[in-house]
């Protein structure tokens, strides 16, 4: 079992910065794949960023391409997503997951994949 506690989220205006903090316990997180999805009110939750295990192989969703970025720190347990730029169709619910992966460079882009889910952190970005 790995536990995942999201934490950063908050108000910021548009055009501003936040960064999400995704804490794990539990089994060896070094070897879990880990993303963050979001989900905004009466929509569908959607990946936002993926990273590997190695921290070697990333993945993000077009509308946040060159904006946000995800990040892991192993040693510490805890991947971060960087989110610059901030737009209000950003605000949601951002939710940390992880799934196990033997290959050190898969990243998991598709919900289904993921095992493992915290609570979600809100972000609400005002115009």
């Known amino acids: 079992q790995v536990q995942l506690v999201e934490s950063g989220g908050g108000l910021v205006q548009a055009g501003g910065s936040l960064r999400l903090s995704c804490a794990a316990s539990?089994?060896?997180?070094?070897?879990?794949?880990t993303g963050w999805f979001r989900q905004a009110p009466g929509k569908e939750r959607d990946i936002v960023a993926a990273?590997?295990?190695?921290?070697?192989?990333?993945f993000y969703a077009d509308s946040v391409k060159g904006r946000f970025t995800i990040s892991r720190d192993n040693a510490k347990n805890t991947v971060y997503l960087q989110m610059n730029s901030l737009k209000p169709e950003d605000t949601a619910v951002y939710y940390c997951?992880?799934?196990?992966?033997?290959?050190?460079?898969?990243?998991?882009?598709?919900?289904?994949?993921?095992?493992?889910w915290g609570q979600g952190t809100q972000v609400t970005v005002s115009s």
């Open positions: 539990g089994r060896t997180f070094s070897r879990y794949a």
């Open positions: 997951a992880a799934a196990y992966t033997y290959s050190s460079s898969n990243y998991l882009s598709q919900m289904s994949a993921y095992d493992f």
């Open positions: 990273i590997s295990w190695s921290g070697g192989s990333t």
